[in-house]
């Protein structure tokens, strides 16, 4: 399984668009496995000159590259009280999204960018813009 059926995506409500869900998930469910195109930490100030600067993942065991999830991967919306996370596999080039709490249908599945749903550091691509 790549990602449950009843994932659509849609404006919504934080901004952009986000990922939804039509059916329930249940708390602990795998809600979809998300290949990345990995860029080399060289290259990062190039990518941040580009539409892709909201849309990247920090990667690696000392986050020295970018990631660009593909699937819904990178249009996942933040919360401070998300209802899924999502874990790097760095050896597979993957991102494993999962419910933390069940999801009802129809509610946006959002994640903490993060990665800790407990953290409330402040975001790290807004702290950068406002060096």
């Known amino acids: 399984m790549q990602r449950i059926a009843s994932l659509f995506f849609a404006p919504s409500q934080l901004g952009g668009r986000g990922v939804f869900t039509a059916a329930p998930v249940p708390e602990g469910s795998v809600i ?7 860029i080399p930490g060289e290259q990062s100030e190039l990518l941040d000159q580009t539409a892709l ?12 590259n970018r990631a660009i999830a593909l699937g819904y991967g990178s249009l996942y919306n933040h919360s ?50 406002l060096e």
């Open 32 to 38: 979809e496995i998300c290949p990345v195109i990995v």
């Open 53 to 64: 600067y909201d849309y990247y993942f920090l990667w690696g065991p000392e986050e020295e």
């Open 80 to 129: 401070y009280a998300p209802n899924a996370e999502y874990r790097p596999d760095f050896e597979r080039n993957e991102l494993h999204f999962y419910a933390i709490r069940d999801i009802a249908a129809g509610k946006e599945i959002t994640v903490n960018y993060n990665g800790a749903p407990e953290s409330e550091d402040e975001i790290w691509f807004m702290a950068r813009r």
